[in-house]
């Protein structure tokens, strides 16, 4: 073990390719997270809504949970057996299309998986091989899970949201990436400041701008990065909602007045904050002539 970790701390050709290769399947995984976690959710909201209206209780399916049942083909039912389910190689080989129906699966399952496999090759390069690009991976790979989830349902789980907004508190205490006393005051500032600006907006209007999940959201990223960050996720998430969304009115038709995930905004723009964060800091602070 210990040669190992030499290894990966004097080679940073080795050290990306593991990360890029241990990436592509975490994100395979995020993709039974995206698509599972909140049909799990929903079946727990229907029992306990029976239960506190003291209904017939729902009869009890099949488990279904993260690991449970295994997966499948969605038309035909057929199971995935591992060799077919090795992240981006098997869809190669498979040339997108299941093996016994072949249905065209779908181009996401892919990208997601790349797309995690590239997001942790960037963390390991700009941290190199320590503690801060272990926990860096884990809230990168917290952050795909929640934009994905956000986009399709607009939603942000706690149970990912909340441990991972601890967690950042925690870290504080080893000055990882901030101090503990810039930590909590991030948190705080972060929350209250979405949460002054939706109960300002639901006053004005009379509608919810934002859900209370993205208050968490940047609470979390004010007790990871602490809170002199905030100022330039909020700038850089809006720029990134209101050009995307520009773009989406003009090249996909979307309908301007239909409600946006907000979520995934704030995700890329505090991502970015935490990989390059001084960098842009520094220019934002030079642009503004501070």
């Known amino acids: 073990m210990h040669d190992i970790n030499n290894i990966l701390q004097s080679s940073t050709l080795i050290l990306t390719t593991f990360v890029f290769i241990i990436g592509l399947f975490i994100g395979s995984f995020l993709n039974v997270v995206i698509y599972r976690l909140p049909v799990m959710m929903k079946q727990g909201w229907k029992k306990e809504c029976t239960e506190y209206l003291e209904l017939e209780a729902i009869k009890e399916s099949a488990p279904f949970n993260l690991f449970i049942p295994g997966s499948k083909c969605g038309k035909c039912q057929a199971a995935i057996k591992p060799y077919q389910n090795i992240p981006l190689f098997s869809y190669l080989l498979l040339a997108g ?23 942790s090759v960037i963390v390991a390069w700009q941290f190199g091989y320590s503690s801060a690009m272990f926990f860096a991976l884990l809230l990168t790979w917290s952050l795909i899970a929640l934009s994905f989830i ?32 810039s930590s909590i005051i991030g948190a705080i500032a972060g929350y209250l400041s979405l949460w002054t600006v939706y109960q300002l907006f639901k006053l004005a209007t009379g509608k919810e701008g934002m859900g209370y999940g993205d208050f968490k959201l940047l609470a979390l990223f004010g007790a990871w990065l602490g809170w002199q960050y905030l100022p330039i996720i909020i700038l850089l998430s809006s720029l990134l909602a209101t050009v995307i969304g520009i773009a989406m009115v003009i090249f996909a038709n979307k ?35 501070i």
């Open 255 to 289: 309908d301007r007045n239909s409600p946006i995930s907000f979520g995934p905004y704030i995700a890329a723009a505090g991502w970015l904050a935490l990989v390059w964060g001084e960098q842009i800091n520094g220019f934002y602070l030079a642009f503004i002539g």
């Open 150 to 181: 956000d986009i399709d349902q607009q939603l942000l789980p706690d149970s990912i949201n909340l441990p991972i907004l601890w967690l950042g508190l925690f870290l504080s205490v080893f000055s990882i990436y901030t101090d503990t006393r």
């Open 97 to 119: 299309k299941c093996a016994q129906c072949k249905t065209h699966i779908s181009l996401r399952y892919p990208i997601i998986e790349s797309f995690t496999a590239i997001c």
